[in-house]
């Protein structure tokens, strides 16, 4: 049976995740806003065959189906999702924390610039769960290797643990 804290935890996880997916989905409505596309906006969309194939040479997992109603197929992606965790050294003095603070964000910015995070938050509360980043990548080893390079899991003020998560390739939050 879990306890509260750990229903409490999840519930945030999943409050997160649906408050992610409404801030896509007002960007795609305003993008869907203006139906006058240049020559540039008019760009071809890749087959379902082509993205697989270029996804499973780069090694992530896959699978597909088709959607009864649309006839459309969808092709679902492994991510992985760290869960940041309060580590064991927190004793750091207020500058030194701020100043790691400030170079967690750093390294979380440059996850996602390279293409390797897709999405980073906190939650907003003060649970054993700082929060979460999902990583796009091939492997676990990979999105575990990239999660500790952060100057924070360094420090010991965060521990990490991955998790792998599917989610539907190139649907945007909503």
Known sequence: MKSNKQLSNIALIIGLLILLVTTGCQKQKEAISDPVKT???????????????????????????VDQETGDTTIMQQ?????????????????????????HLQHLGRMYKEGYADISGPFGDDGDIRGITIYNTPTQKMADSLANMDPMVKAGRLVIEIHPWWAAKGFPLR
């Open 79 to 103: 991510y992985f999702i760290a869960f940041l965790k309060r580590g064991p050294n927190r004793s750091q003095t207020k500058e030194v924390a701020d100043s790691l603070q400030k170079l």
């Open 39 to 65: 020559t540039e906006e008019i760009v071809e969309k890749p087959s379902v065959k082509s993205i697989k194939e270029k996804l499973e040479k780069q090694g992530y997992q896959l699978f597909d189906y």
